[in-house]
Structures are given as structure tokens and as C-alpha cells.
């Protein structure tokens, strides 16, 4: 009954999940179930957070990129890069051999997306100052948080700031200034380097838009690793001169937590973590939380430093960019005008995005009389089932179990425990309630040599 | 549908928990969230307000498909002038429950507008019952 409406970058590959229930038990919206030992997604409700990605043991859930190939498409190839990229680092590798390598890699344009950010602030400030009806605020920056809003906060959907992440504005200036010099746009392909899943779905099905102004996405593990490599081989062809604009402080640091609350004025908050984002969320619609202005919301726990196609440690990554932006302040290393600013005009007229709309996916029917039926009966359900969560029904908690049956996606009898019940009243037998294991576990986990 | 949940008063830690349960219930049963977002709003406040000056209380849901009737039953001290204590801005909390960011003054008005009836009894040294009634067809 689920529709589906969505990209999602998260795919599970069923012939390398084990069914260990691990990305059942994590998922912030409840979106994953196991069914025949394998772990199988509702794609409504996936916000692509990435927290299955992260505990999955056996690498059975990947973030779909594009191929890397397809940047030979284009005769002008832009690779916009996120500031935790250059973060992921030692402190003794140069950005200019970082952007060598890319270059080598077949890159003719290396960018990073963060620049952004200088067209940003402002039309955040001016956006902040002339709404002061639907506080607080939210920002648009992290895709997981937009979406998981949508699905489970839509109170809040009129609260986000209706604004382009600096990415894209990176991506439309860069098009625009090619574009000026002559190039045709058909030529122009910009491919962004994502740190996240969340990134990806943003791309490829954005809220409040119709496309994307990015070409295509590479995850930053692939690239971390192909440039990193290049790097300790020192085999690039000869040392490109970074461009010459550097990021601001702010924009070094706007990925990091605070980087976006530190701007903004009056009472701003910054939040990390999709649980404790969600615990906050909680509370704002219940208006227990009030005259905060600005809140930051990013799903993972130290924000973009912490996104799941990272591979250096977090904090490490945060105290490099923390350092850098301190030695751009220091140094004056960013001083003076920078190209982006020249199309200021063009970009502010395009940073706005369309309605952000609510997509709730908890109501149990379309219809209230039978919404009210199916929750009387889950209340009934909910008085047999243990209250365990253990999640042997294939499901992540009792709850979940009796709200699945209600949409017949599942039977009571998926529980262990109705199952022992009913064995002693001799409604199944064993042989029937193994059956009903194995549906959900799968035959190898039921099978084995014990 | 008809649910109760029973508030203690004078534990500010567990303030919302009758709110946060109707809110999970109204997002399954009802559409349109501001609605849900309002019903919410008006029963958190009708909590603090029971946390904050009775010595028990008492929540009662019942549900139906055109209408939400939501009673707050405590026993606590009473109001002596409702007509007072429901202007914005009147409060009669403590220092200390102000100093935990409650006691602005702004909670029965806060209910009554996020309602579309709400009726209060009051009667000194016995306690308070609020009824608050929300409907939630918007067609």
C-alpha cells in the first residue's frame, strides 16, 4: 500500500544480508523489516540517515553512486568537493596535492562546495529576520533532517528555512561562471563528493525542486581512497596551484556542529545525532521548547564530520577544519573578493526552493473510522504481545509487530512468544510454528548443525 | 477510543508524557497535523499546569471520528479566580518553577486558543477539571 515516491542512495543486497537484524534495530523511522532472512526496506519512510550503513556487518547495505565514468561525459568535469573531504587528511598533505591528484583522476575543475556558504549567510540573516512568524527556524542544510521531518515531524515542515544548501549554490555558480565563458551548459558536468546516503537522495529527488543543478555524485570513501593513494604513491603528474580562493572561516566549518548556529542571530541551537535530533523535535512540537530562533539539525552525530562515507575519525576531521578556519582567520588567507560574490544577484534569485511538504507515513488509514479500527485493534493485539522487543518477529519492536498485522504485512503468530502459547494450546504445532521461523529467518539460520 | 494516563504532580521530569502519548496516537488516526499539533500543544500546557500546583492528576482521552474531548482532573488547590488566572500574562508559580522556564502565565489562554471548546471548574482546596474539545474535521 506503500507507494513509492522516492530515490534512495541506501540499497540492501540481498544476496550479501544475513539477515542479523542489526539495520532493523537502528532505523530511526522503523523502515526495515526481516522477511525470508533478509532485511527488506519501506522506502517511504527511509530517510537515508545511513544509521543501517553504519552497523551492518557485512557490508550487505551500500550507498548507490553514480559511476565514476560518467564524468568523462562531459568535456568540462567540476569536482565539488565538501570541506570534510579536505578534513579527512593528515595535517602534512597539502590541498594542493589533493587537488593534483583529482585532476589527474580526470577532473578540469576542482571546487569546493562550501564556497557556497558566502551567498548563503545572508539570504539566511534576511530570511530569518523578515519570517519571525514560524519559529524556531530549522535549517535546510541536512537532507535526513528535511526528510525525517517530513515523515515524522510534518508539524514542522512551514519551520525549515526554504533555502539551497551551499552545495547547490556552489554547483549553480560554478555552472553559471562556466557558462559565461562560452562553455555550453550540455558540456558542464558538476559531480559532488558526498560524505552521506542523505546527500545522494537530495540529488536525486530533491524536496522542493525538480532537478538537482548537480550532475551526478561520487561517494567520498571512493575518492578519499583513490586520492589518498595517489598522494602516498606520488604519482600524480605535476602540482596544480589550488585555486586561489580559499573558504572563509565560516564556510571551513559550516558542515561542522555550530557551523551554521554560530551565524545566526538570536538564541540558535545546534543539535547532532538523529536521535537526538528527533528527542528535540519532539519537544519543539509540543511547543515545550520556546523563543529559540535558529536551531542546526544534523542527523549524524558530529555532523557532516561524522557522515557515513567518512573514513578517518570524526573528531580528528573536526579539529583539522577547526584549525584550518583558525589559520584562514589568523593568516587573512581568505581576504578579499572572491569570484561567487560577482554572481551574488543571479544566485540569490535562485537560492529559494519550492514548498517543502508534509509526507506523513504514520497514519494507519486513510480514512478515520477505519484508522480507528485498526488502532483499537492493535491496542488489542498489544495486550498479547510481551512488550519485549526482541525483535524475533522480524520486526523492530512489539509495537511495530502489532501495527504490521493491522496492514497485513504480518501475522501474531510471527511471535516467538504467541507461537509458545499457542503450541501449548495445541493450535500450531512445533513443526508449523519452525515453518513460521523460517519464513521470517530464512532456511539457513533454521537449518543449522546444533 | 478512550485512553488514561494519571500525571504526578511535581515532577517536572516527566512533564509530557501524556501529550507525547496522544500525540502518537492522533499522528495515526489524524490527517491534518496542525490539528494534532494544536490538541498537543493544549494538553502539555494543561500538564505543567498540574505538575506545577496540584498533588495529582488525572488525564482522560476519548477519541472519536469527528472530535477529541480531552479531561485534566486534578486534586490540588484550586483557583480562586478563574477569570484571572486565565488572562496571559497572571501566574501564580513559584520561583522556582519559574527558574525551570514554566510559570509564564500564558497556559489556560494557551489552551483555550488551541481549542475549539474548553470548559474549566474550579473549587478551592478540591482541585481543578479542565475539559478541552478539539474537532477534528476540517472539511
Redesign the interface.
Given at each position: 500500500m506503500e507507494q513509492k515516491v522516492f530515490h534512495h542512495a541506501l540499497k540492501i543486497q540481498k544476496d550479501q544480508c544475513i539477515g542479523c537484524s542489526h539495520c532493523m534495530n537502528i532505523c530511526p523511522t522503523e523502515a526495515i523489516r526481516v522477511k525470508n532472512g533478509k532485511a527488506e526496506l519501506f522506502e517511504n519512510r527511509c530517510i537515508d540517515c545511513g544509521e543501517c550503513f553504519r552497523v551492518c556487518p557485512v557490508n550487505a547495505i551500500i550507498i548507490e553512486q553514480d559511476d565514476f565514468n560518467k564524468i568523462f561525459q562531459y568535456k568540462y568535469r567540476v569536482a565539488l568537493l565538501p570541506a570534510v573531504l579536505i578534513g579527512q587528511f593528515p595535517d602534512d598533505v597539502k590541498t594542493s596535492e589533493i587537488y593534483s591528484v583529482l585532476k589527474d583522476l580526470g577532473f578540469t575543475d576542482v571546487y569546493e562546495a562550501e564556497h557556497g556558504v558566502d551567498v548563503l549567510q545572508d539570504a539566511m540573516k534576511d530570511y530569518a529576520e523578515r519570517n519571525t512568524e514560524n519559529k524556531p527556524l530549522i535549517s535546510s542544510f541536512c537532507p535526513a533532517v528535511i526528510r525525517l521531518i517530513q515523515v515524522k515531524f510534518p508539524a514542522l515542515v512551514d519551520n525549515i528555512i526554504p533555502l539551497h544548501p551551499p552545495l547547490d549554490i556552489a554547483a549553480l555558480y560554478y555552472k553559471q561562471k562556466l557558462v559565461s565563458q562560452g562553455i555550453d551548459e550540455s558540456d558542464i558536468g558538476i559531480f559532488y563528493v558526498t560524505p552521506c546516503a542523505s546527500k545522494i537522495a537530495a540529488v536525486k529527488s530533491p524536496v522542493g525542486e525538480e532537478k538537482s543543478p548537480i550532475t551526478g555524485v561520487i561517494n567520498m570513501d571512493f575518492i578519499f581512497n583513490k586520492v589518498y593513494t595517489g598522494i602516498k604513491r606520488g604519482d600524480y603528474s605535476k602540482v596544480i596551484d589550488t585555486n586561489k580562493e580559499k573558504l572563509t572561516p565560516e564556510g571551513t566549518v559550516w558542515s561542522l556542529t555550530n557551523g551554521e548556529a554560530d551565524n545566526m542571530q538570536g538564541r540558535c541551537l545546534a543539535i547532532d545525532g538523529v536521535h537526538n535530533v528527533m528527542d528535540f523535535l519532539e519537544r519543539v512540537e509540543n511547543e515545550e521548547i520556546k523563543d529559540v530562533d535558529f536551531l542546526e539539525l544534523r542527523a549524524c552525530d558530529e555532523s557532516c564530520a561524522g557522515g557515513v562515507l567518512n573514513t578517518q575519525n570524526r573528531f580528528l576531521t573536526v579539529e583539522r577544519l577547526k584549525k584550518r578556519a583558525k589559520y584562514f582567520k589568523e593568516t587573512g588567507a581568505n581576504v578579499g573578493q572572491k569570484d561567487i560574490t560577482n554572481y551574488k544577484e543571479y544566485l540569490t534569485e535562485s537560492v529559494s526552493i519550492g514548498k517543502i511538504k508534509p509526507r506523513s507515513m504514520m497514519k494507519l488509514d486513510k480514512s478515520m473510522v477505519e484508522a480507528m479500527k485498526k488502532m483499537r485493534r492493535v491496542k488489542e493485539i498489544m495486550k498479547c504481545l510481551p512488550d519485549v522487543d526482541c525483535g524475533a518477529c522480524g520486526a523492530p519492536n512489539c509495537q511495530a509487530l502489532a501495527e504490521d498485522i493491522v496492514q497485513e504485512r504480518a501475522a501474531i503468530n510471527h511471535c516467538i512468544f504467541i507461537q509458545k502459547i499457542f503450541e501449548k494450546k495445541g493450535i500450531i504445532d512445533w513443526e508449523q510454528s519452525h515453518e513460521i521461523m523460517k519464513n521470517i529467518w530464512g532456511d539457513e539460520k533454521l537449518n543449522r548443525k546444533c | 477510543?478512550h485512553f488514561e494516563f494519571d500525571i504526578e504532580a511535581g515532577d517536572f521530569s516527566k512533564v509530557?508524557y501524556a501529550?507525547?502519548q496522544l500525540?502518537k496516537?492522533m499522528?495515526?488516526?489524524?490527517?491534518d497535523?496542525?490539528i494534532?499539533?494544536r490538541v498537543?500543544?493544549a494538553l502539555?500546557e494543561a500538564e505543567v499546569n498540574v505538575v506545577a500546583h496540584a498533588y495529582s492528576g488525572k488525564v482522560i482521552i476519548d477519541?472519536n471520528?469527528d472530535k477529541i474531548e480531552i479531561k485534566v482532573n486534578d486534586k490540588g488547590p484550586g483557583i480562586p479566580d478563574i477569570q484571572l488566572a486565565m488572562q496571559e500574562g497572571y501566574s501564580t508559580a513559584s520561583e522556582q518553577v519559574r527558574e525551570m522556564g514554566f510559570g509564564a502565565g500564558m497556559g489556560l489562554a494557551n489552551i483555550k486558543n488551541n481549542t475549539d471548546e474548553f470548559y474549566i471548574k474550579s473549587e478551592v482546596g478540591v482541585g481543578t477539571s479542565l475539559t478541552i474539545i478539539a474537532n477534528?474535521i476540517t472539511e
Open positions: - | 477510543m509530557g501529550s507525547s500525540k496516537i499522528k495515526q488516526l489524524v490527517g497535523h496542525k494534532v499539533k498537543v500543544v502539555y477519541i471520528t477534528l
